[in-house]
T-cell receptor, first 115, second 109 residues
Framework: NAGVTQTPKFRVLKTGQSMTLLCAQD?????MYWYRQDPGMGLRLIHY???????AKGEVPDGYNVSRLKKQNFLLGLESAAPSQTSVYFC??????????????FGPGTRLLVL | LAKTTQPISMDSYEGQEVNITCSHN???????ITWYQQFPSQGPRFIIQ???TKVTNEVASLFIPADRKSSTLSLPRVSLSDTAVYYC??????????FGSGTRLSIRP
């Protein structure tokens, strides 16, 4: 099993450009998450999904959109990139917990630089 | 959302036992305590989770006192490869946890 994979690994954008980050998991997990991590900081939740066709906002959703059309994929879109969105983006997935904190499996990250 | 407080950094030597304590005074009844490890340029990796008392697995132990207002991650006989950032997370759902800045652990030969 590949686990959680992210595409691309690195990308440079100009301010105002758009792009989509792809997350894929082969563990048949119901839940998926997108985080961003700025230098020296912890991860912050952008959006998450508890099932195919559903999405919800996390702590820092502004400037991002997401879609979960297939169970195994979770897409993160930047419609008009800004330098403040320069960060490392991590995707994660988990099974439903049934009442306790879910164990998340993280991807390797996508490093995004917005000029 | 339960706020956690951990030391910013810790240093130790190979072969020593390392204990990292996390304070979470406003932990709720349904909250679990989870620790993750993150190496540079990688995503976090689950280490251990507990609710109360003591939990042990093949890599670490987690000690939680009766009042649950703190927890201690214990890494036995650390090696250079344990150099990483360690996050303490408290919550009843992964969508409600907060990754703070974590504890940067440095292991020296």
């Amino acid at each position: 099993n590949a686990g959680v994979t992210q595409t691309p690994k690195f990308r440079v954008l100009k301010t105002g450009q758009s792009m989509t980050l792809l997350c894929a998991q082969d563990m048949n997990h119901e839940y998926m998450y997108w985080y961003r991590q700025d230098p020296g900081m912890g991860l912050r939740l952008i959006h998450y999904s508890v099932g195919e066709g559903t999405t919800a906002k996390g702590e820092v959703p502004d400037g991002y959109n997401v879609s979960r059309l297939k169970k195994q994929n979770f897409l993160l879109g930047l419609e008009s990139a800004a330098p403040s969105q320069t960060s490392v983006y991590f995707c994660a997935s988990s099974l439903p917990s049934g009442g306790y904190q879910e164990t998340q499996y993280f991807g390797p990250g996508t490093r995004l630089l917005v000029l | 959302l339960a706020k956690t407080t951990q030391p910013i950094s810790m240093d130790s030597y190979e072969g020593q036992e390392v204990n990292i304590t996390c304070s979470h005074n406003n932990i709720a009844t349904n909250d679990y305590i989870t620790w993750y490890q993150q190496f540079p340029s990688q995503g976090p990796r689950f280490i251990i989770q507990g609710y109360k008392t003591k939990v042990t697995n093949e890599v670490a132990s987690l000690f939680i006192p009766a009042d649950r207002k703190s927890s201690t991650l214990s890494l036995p006989r650390v090696s250079l490869s344990d150099t990483a950032v360690y996050y303490c997370l408290v919550g009843d759902s992964a969508s409600k946890i907060i990754f703070g800045s974590g504890t940067r652990l440095s292991i020296r030969p």
